[in-house]
């Protein structure tokens, strides 16, 4: 059960002594001439979205067990909303009228503490580490002009062009050999209760289409690194040598700004989520999550709602003036509020 997710991004220059600062990078959006401008963007407002957490073989991530050391594979997908310029306000582009931006992305966790194990009270995890990308821990953007990506089934944020690619890394931002942590707060009907406040699991705008399902509520935020090893130069047009993106997801239960996705991307395949979709190929809809969210698993499905901002790793002052970087004042990340 999730997050806040800060995502830092890096694609690291080399080894310098170095500091953050807020920054902005020239994007081209649309990836070549005529539709959008170079944009001077110091961020990305993701739309709503979908997470899945995943339990390994023969476990699960219901209640009434011992999930500390337990470790399970989250996916998660969104579209974007809206760059953003330094001062996190909105740009105008063509942006989901000629074009779309998404991103997939895929990681491990370890649960390192657990209170209360009846589906409510609060989960901490760390999300491990690694040195290279794999199937389970991936980051991708894409941009696509058939602008199909889609909540509900899942399908379409891994298409069309590949604008950067990343794995989740120790960049020396938390716990050694880890690449961030999180935590989680399952909703009680009374304080000390120890009972989940349990709703429709659908209560989006668009209808519920999962009648019958159901999910425990709650919300909570996870921090991570990536760090990006290649991007599209036809998009990123002008990157310092090293760069973070900070990545803030609100996730919640249950999903009051979009549909739960029926399909997640794997880094392989696609497997099924909320269901109703076959999403394997095998002729299966069925769902991984049970008929109540957070309850029966074994897996766990949440709603994402992500904004970021650029931050340049720049070299420390005797650097700084070699390699002629400035260095803009330390931004404050803004952090979305979901209703």
């Known amino acids: 059960m999730k997050k806040l997710m800060s995502i830092a991004v890096l694609a690291a220059l080399g080894a310098i002594s170095q500091a953050q ?5 020239s994007i081209n959006p649309d990836g070549g001439p005529g539709i959008d401008p170079v944009l001077s963007v110091g961020g990305l407002d993701w739309a709503p979205g979908n997470a899945l957490s ?3 073989p023969g476990e699960s991530l219901s209640p009434a067990v011992n999930y500390v050391g337990q470790v399970f594979t989250t996916y998660a997908m969104s579209s974007l909303g809206a760059f953003q310029n330094a001062g996190g306000s ?8 000629a074009y779309e931006w998404t991103f997939v992305a895929g990681f491990e966790e370890t649960y390192t503490a657990v209170a209360g194990t009846t589906g409510a009270g609060s989960s901490y995890f760390t999300v491990n580490a690694g040195t290279s990308r794999t199937t389970s821990n991936f980051f991708e953007i894409w941009s696509d002009t058939s602008k199909d990506s889609n909540n509900l089934t899942g399908a379409g944020f891994r298409n069309g062009t590949l604008i950067a690619t990343g794995y989740f890394a ?15 707060i399952a909703s009680e009907t009374s304080p000390g209760s120890k009972t989940p406040i349990i709703e429709d699991l659908d209560a989006s ?6 009648v019958g399902m159901q999910t425990v509520q709650g919300n909570g935020n996870t921090q991570l690194d990536i760090k990006i090893d290649w991007a599209n130069p036809a998009y990123f047009v002008t990157v310092p040598g090293s760069l973070s993106l900070n990545f803030t997801s609100a996730q919640k239960l249950g999903f009051k700004q979009t549909d739960p996705a029926a399909c997640f991307w794997t880094g392989t395949g696609y497997m099924n989520g909320a269901g109703g979709v076959d999403c394997t190929g095998s002729g299966s809809t069925t769902s991984t999550i049970g008929t109540v969210n957070g309850l029966n698993g074994p897996n766990v499905i949440l709603q994402t709602d992500a904004s970021s901002n650029f931050v ?3 070299p420390e002052p005797g650097s700084l003036a070699l390699l002629g970087l400035g260095c803009m004042a330390l931004g404050a990340m803004r952090r979305k509020v979901t209703n």
Do not use: I
Request: glycine content about 18%; charged content about 10%.
């Open 312 to 314: 340049g790793r720049v």
């Open 21 to 25: 600062a807020a920054t902005t990078v």
């Open 205 to 210: 705008p668009n209808g519920n289409q999962y």
């Open 170 to 184: 120790d960049l020396g931002n938390y716990a050694a050999g880890t690449a961030g942590n999180g935590g989680f």
């Open 90 to 97: 909105p740009m105008f582009s063509n942006l989901n009228n």
């Open 54 to 56: 995943v339990a390994k």
